[in-house]
C-alpha cells in the first residue's frame, strides 16, 4: 500500500513565508508519527498538486509552488515518525508533487451535495471564477474548482461557478431540490434561477490561518466548562472567527496534533486569546479577569466524557464498557462535578458570558458574534461564513453511534434532575437565562 504513495516527485526545499503561504490548503500536525508518505497521501485524497512538509511534524498542501526556494540543507529537520527523511525545517518546507498519485486517491475523494439554491443576480460578480462546458457534470465541475482551490462548486445548466459562501450567497435558505431538476437540462431549470452547489474536497481556507497574540493580552479569559460539553468544538470556532490560537490549563498532544498549537504554550503566557480550563474552585476561577461559561445537557455531557475517558477524542466506549460498575460510579462523582462546577463560576467569576452548547448548535453566528465581541474582536461576516462552512472541523466522534441506547436507571435521572434544577435557579437567580427546555425531558 505504502509504495504506491512514495511516488510523489520531490520538488526541493522552499521557504515557507506564512504571510505569503501558498501551501495553505489543508493542514495536518502529527507530532509524534509525521511522514512523507502520510502528508503525500492526505494532500492527494484532498485533490491537491503539492503537499509540503515543515519542522518534522507539519504537513500543507496546495496547488502552487512556494515562490522562494532554498538551499537543500536547510530542510533539515528529521521526521517525527521516520527516521533519516527529511520533513522540511523551521520555516522551511520540503515539497512533493502528488498529481500523480490522486488517480488512487480519486475514488475516496468526496464531493458533498449542499443543496438547490436560487442563484444570485449576477453569477460572474458573485464568484471568482467559472467554466462553460457543453457536457458538463459535477465531477468535471469539482475537479475545475479544487484545482483553483475554491471549497464550493457551483452549477447552471452548461455553466460552472467556483467560490466561497458570501454574504450575497450565504447557503442559508436552500430551496426545494425540484426547482434544479432541470439544471443539467438547459431548457427547463426555471430560467436558470436555480443552481446546485456542492462542496468540494478543498478546505475554506479564509479562516485557517491563526497565529498567537502579537501584544501580551490585558484581559485574562477563561473558556470554561465542564468535560464533555464542547470545548475542543468552541475552541477551534473561536480560533477560525479570530484567527488567534486559545490556550490550555492542561497539555493534550492529541489536540496538539490537530492544530491547536496553543496547547503548547504556558497557560498564563497571555498569548492565547483564552484558556480551557474544565476547574472550578474559588482559588482557580478568581486567577481569570473574565471567562465565557458553556454549558451542555449533563446527560450529554456525562456520555461524551465517558466516552472520551475510555474511547479518547473521538471514539466511543464498548458496550462492556457500559455495562460495567466503571459506569454508575461515573455518574455519581460526576453528576454532581457537573452542576458544582457551574455553581461555583457563577459565584466566582468576575465577568461572564454564559453560553449553551445547545444554542450555539442551533444558531452559530449570532452565539459565534457574541462570543467574538466578548473577547473584544471584530471579524467580517465572510470570515463568519466560512467559520460556519468548516464548522465541525475534525471533532465529531467518528464510528456507529449508540443506536436508541439508554445507560441511565431511573436513579440516575433523579439525581440529575435535581442537579438541573438547582442550576437552573441559580442561573436565572444571576439574571442569565436559565437551562434550555430540552434539558429535562426524560
Keep these: 500500500m505504502w509504495e504506491r ?3 510523489g516527485t520531490y520538488m526541493g526545499c522552499f521557504s515557507d513565508d506564512s504571510r505569503e503561504r501558498t501551501l495553505k490548503g489543508a493542514v495536518f500536525y502529527d507530532l ?5 508518505s502520510h502528508c503525500q497521501e492526505a494532500c492527494a485524497e484532498r485533490a491537491y498538486t503539492y503537499a509540503g512538509l515543515a519542522y518534522g511534524a507539519e504537513c500543507y498542501c496546495g496547488n502552487k509552488l512556494p515562490a522562494t526556494a532554498s538551499k537543500p540543507e536547510e530542510c533539515n529537520s528529521e521526521c517525527k515518525g521516520e527516521k533519516g527523511s527529511a520533513c522540511g525545517g523551521v520555516n522551511r518546507l520540503s515539497v512533493y508533487r502528488v498529481e500523480e498519485l490522486r488517480a488512487g486517491a480519486r475514488r475516496r475523494r468526496n464531493v458533498i451535495y449542499r443543496g438547490c439554491f436560487r442563484a444570485p443576480e449576477n453569477l460572474t460578480d458573485t464568484f471568482p471564477a467559472s467554466l462553460i462546458q457543453p457536457n458538463l457534470t459535477v465531477e468535471m465541475c469539482s475537479e475545475f474548482c479544487s484545482k483553483k482551490e475554491f471549497p464550493l462548486a457551483v452549477i447552471r445548466g452548461r455553466e460552472c461557478y467556483c467560490g466561497y459562501p458570501t454574504g450575497r450567497f450565504s447557503l442559508r435558505d436552500s430551496a426545494d431540490g425540484l426547482l434544479c431538476s432541470g439544471t443539467h437540462n438547459t431548457s427547463g431549470a426555471a430560467e436558470g434561477k436555480y443552481c446546485l452547489v456542492y462542496q468540494t474536497p478543498v ?5 485557517t490561518d491563526r497565529k498567537f497574540l502579537t501584544t501580551k493580552s490585558k484581559v485574562f479569559v477563561a473558556l470554561s466548562s465542564f468535560p464533555g460539553a464542547g470545548n475542543t468544538w468552541a475552541r477551534h470556532l473561536i480560533e477560525h472567527a479570530t484567527g488567534y490560537y486559545t490556550g490550555s490549563y492542561y497539555f493534550d498532544g492529541a489536540l496538539y496534533n490537530k492544530g491547536f498549537k496553543g496547547e503548547k504554550d504556558h497557560w498564563r503566557s497571555r498569548r492565547t486569546i483564552c484558556v480551557k480550563t474544565h476547574e472550578s474552585g474559588k482559588t482557580e476561577i478568581e486567577m481569570f479577569d473574565s471567562a465565557i461559561l458553556l ?4 446527560y450529554k455531557s456525562l456520555m461524551a466524557e465517558f466516552n472520551r475517558k475510555y474511547a479518547g477524542h473521538l471514539g466511543y466506549a464498548t458496550d462492556r464498557t457500559w455495562k460495567s460498575k466503571e459506569w ?12 458544582s462546577h457551574v455553581l461555583d463560576w457563577l459565584k466566582y467569576g468576575k465577568r461572564l458570558l454564559v453560553v449553551h452548547y445547545e444554542d450555539l448548535k442551533q444558531s452559530l453566528i449570532p452565539k459565534l458574534k457574541e462570543m467574538v465581541e466578548f473577547l473584544n474582536m471584530t471579524v467580517t461576516e465572510d470570515r463568519l461564513l466560512c467559520v460556519e462552512n468548516n464548522r465541525d472541523g475534525n471533532f465529531k466522534r467518528s ?7 439508554e445507560p441511565f436507571t431511573q436513579e440516575m435521572k433523579d439525581l440529575i434532575n435535581r442537579y438541573i434544577l438547582t442550576v437552573d435557579e ?3 437567580g444571576r439574571n442569565f437565562t436559565g437551562l434550555p427546555r430540552e434539558y429535562v425531558p426524560r
Design 5 to 7: 504513495w512514495l511516488r
Design 328 to 339: 454508575p460510579d461515573f455518574v455519581t462523582s460526576y453528576a454532581s462535578w457537573w452542576a
Design 295 to 298: 454549558i451542555r445537557n449533563p
Design 32 to 36: 509524534r508519527k509525521m511522514t512523507v
Design 426 to 428: 441559580a442561573l436565572r
Design 399 to 405: 464510528g456507529a453511534k449508540q443506536k436508541d441506547f
Design 203 to 207: 478546505q475554506d481556507t479564509r479562516c
